[in-house]
């Protein structure tokens, strides 16, 4: 079985931009749902946005909306989420997950991780001036 591989987590700087990339192993990006989540220490994994397998609907969380996109490349079998003036409170491992849900069948549960089945191994998102 495929699984999600994330990459693209760095150092950076308060106000900086990153784009995180999802690459499923073995899977196609528009056979799930794709969700992005994110773990700082302490504190429980959080959703923070999440991308429809059929079309562009997305949700993204009200704390990073302004700032976070999230979208999907077929082509490239890639889902991207691109982080615009990072902030400190930005800082943790971020998850990428795979949902066989449709993001419609989620409904409010679209940032539960329990309803999703695949996950990768997170990348490290640093930020510090």
């Known amino acids: 079985q495929g699984h999600p591989v994330e990459s693209g987590g760095d150092l950076v700087q308060p106000g900086a931009a990153l784009r995180l990339s999802c690459a499923p192993s073995?899977?196609?990006?528009?056979?799930?749902?794709i969700g992005w989540f994110r773990q700082a220490p302490g504190k429980e994994r959080e959703g923070v946005s999440c991308?429809?397998?059929?079309?562009?609907?997305?949700y993204t969380a009200d704390s990073v909306k302004d700032r976070f996109t999230i979208s999907r490349d077929a082509v490239n079998n890639t889902v991207y989420l691109q982080m615009t003036s990072v902030k400190p409170e930005d800082a943790g491992v971020y998850f990428c997950?795979?949902?066989?849900?449709?993001?419609?069948?989620?409904?409010?549960?679209?940032?539960?991780?329990?309803?999703?089945?695949?996950w990768g191994q997170g990348t490290q998102v640093t930020v510090s001036s």
């Open positions: 997950a795979l949902s066989s849900w449709s993001i419609r069948a989620l409904g409010t549960k679209r940032f539960a991780p329990d309803y999703y089945d695949f």
């Open positions: 991308i429809s397998r059929h079309d562009s609907t997305s």
């Open positions: 073995r899977i196609r990006t528009d056979w799930y749902t």
